[in-house]
């Protein structure tokens, strides 16, 4: 089993920045990649960013790329998400998220929410 707790969100206005954390324990060693994913009311959740443990590849969703930026620390177990210029259409239930490769995740975080004013 693998234990994630985000941390991190907030409200904020239009344009601002927020940094997520999600820290993770327990077998860590069986998840390669870390992701990000969103939900906001009434949509479906939706991929924002992911990073491999080894090596540091990132992967991120059209909509964020260029205001997000999501990194590791790999001595920590704790993955970051960085976000900039932050627009009111990203504001969402924010989820980590655990697996052995990308769209396979299997392990998740309870959420932090996100709220971005106009």
């Known amino acids: 089993q693998v234990q994630l707790v985000e941390s991190g969100g907030g409200l904020v206005q239009a344009g601002g920045s927020l940094r997520l954390s999600c820290a993770a324990s327990?077998?860590?060693?069986?998840?390669?990649?870390m992701g990000w994913f969103r939900q906001a009311p009434g949509k479906e959740r939706e991929f924002v960013s992911a990073?491999?443990?080894?090596?540091?590849?990132?992967y991120y969703a059209a909509s964020v790329k260029g205001r997000f930026t999501i990194s590791r620390d790999n001595a920590k177990n704790t993955v970051y998400l960085q976000m900039n210029s932050l627009k009111p259409e990203d504001t969402a239930v924010y989820y980590c998220?655990?697996?052995?490769?990308?769209?396979?995740?299997?392990?998740w975080g309870q959420g932090t929410q996100v709220t971005v004013s106009s």
């Open positions: 990073v491999r443990w080894s090596g540091g590849t990132t």
């Open positions: 327990g077998r860590t060693f069986s998840s390669n990649i």
């Open positions: 998220a655990a697996g052995p490769k990308n769209n396979e995740y299997n392990y």
